[in-house]
């Protein structure tokens, strides 16, 4: 089974920065793309930022600039730097990994962290 931890979430002002952790472990062979997603009260759960095994990223429009996805392959981790955080940023924020597993037969199953919540006061 495969767990992903999410950390880094919290109360900040507009135009503060907060720094999102998340970490993949248990039984992997390998992870493919990364990402995260955020839903604020009463709407559907979007893509923020994406970023594939190779270092490739994809933002949503409304973060380009602001904030920076990355990921250590090494420690099965990855980062959502966020700067310039506007009220509109505030969501909880999860965390998801495509990881392969022999106990999946090598196919890319999605998994989920618990989320962390992230509000920015104006």
């Known amino acids: 089974q495969v767990q992903l931890v999410e950390s880094g979430g919290g109360l900040v002002q507009a135009g503060g920065s907060l720094r999102l952790s998340c970490a993949a472990s248990?039984?992997?062979?390998?992870?493919?793309?990364m990402g995260w997603y955020r839903q604020a009260p009463g709407k559907q759960r979007d893509l923020v930022a994406s970023i594939t095994r190779g270092g490739s990223t994809n933002y949503t429009d409304s973060v380009k600039g602001r904030f920076t996805i990355s990921r250590d392959n090494a420690k099965n981790t990855v980062y959502l730097q966020m700067n310039s955080l506007k009220p509109e940023d505030t969501a909880v924020y999860y965390c998801n990994a495509d990881v392969r597993s022999f106990t999946s037969g090598l196919r890319p199953e999605a998994y989920w962290g618990q989320g962390t919540q992230v509000t920015v006061s104006s």
């Open positions: 248990g039984s992997m062979f390998r992870i493919d793309a």
